[in-house]
């Protein structure tokens, strides 16, 4: 027997308020955290970790106005420490150009006593900077800070501009200082 369109409608009507009904009285389901994802994340950031940070913690390229003086002893490898370093046109912590060179000088705009003082007042704001963070760093490790800095210069670097440098870390509360320097010297020993 066939049936009426007002009928179909209303066995359409009792068919879409039966679902609604049964999904008002479904508890609602909390989302779950997938793990894998998390793990997929985790794992991306550690590969990128490691690539960036790699086996050698100081990593130095010389260029046309970084030439580094040659050494007869080998490499005994560079702890983990602040690289200041000084080309012929600039001064840099961390790669992060400070101070602008003249002639192998500083400007006398940027010293505290002028041309004749020793302290280079954005290498020290610099430094200071590091310091706290690297301080901050040993407090969280339980180690203590060491106050460790590699010089990088030039190999044509004037003392005095050197003296500066290392007078300026001093005050910043670094203590101890290595110089870099490149394999390969041909001295001749008679």
């Known amino acids: 027997m066939p049936q009426s369109q007002t009928d179909i409608d ?30 997929d994340a985790f794992t991306i950031i550690l590969c990128f ?10 990593q130095i390229r010389e260029s046309d106005d970084l030439k580094l003086p040659r050494t007869t002893e080998a490499d005994k490898g560079l702890e983990d420490a602040i690289v200041i370093a000084v080309s012929t046109k600039a001064i ?7 101070a602008d060179l003249r ?45 460790m800095a590699l010089v990088v210069a030039d190999s044509k670097t004037n003392y005095r501009l050197i003296t500066e440098v290392l007078y300026t870390a001093g005050q910043a509360e670094f203590v101890k200082f290595k110089f870099v320097a490149a394999e390969g010297a041909k001295y001749k020993t008679d």
């Not at 970790?49 to 100081?58: A, I, M, R, Y």
């Not at 840099?92 to 400070?98: C, E, S």
């Not at 400007?107 to 301080?135: C, F, Y």
């Open 103 to 147: 002639n192998g000088a500083v400007d006398e705009s940027l010293k505290r006593d002028g041309m004749d003082g020793l302290l280079i007042n954005p290498l020290l704001d610099s430094l200071k900077e590091r310091v706290q963070h690297l301080k901050m760093l040993a407090a969280r490790t339980n180690r203590p800070f060491e106050g």
């Open 92 to 98: 840099m912590v961390q790669d992060n150009k400070v």
């Open 10 to 39: 209303a066995i359409w009507q009792a068919k879409r308020k039966a679902k609604k009904d049964k999904r008002r009285r479904r508890p609602n389901e909390k989302p779950e955290l997938l793990i894998n994802s998390l793990m």
């Open 49 to 58: 970790l490691l690539k960036s940070f790699g086996s050698d913690p100081v």
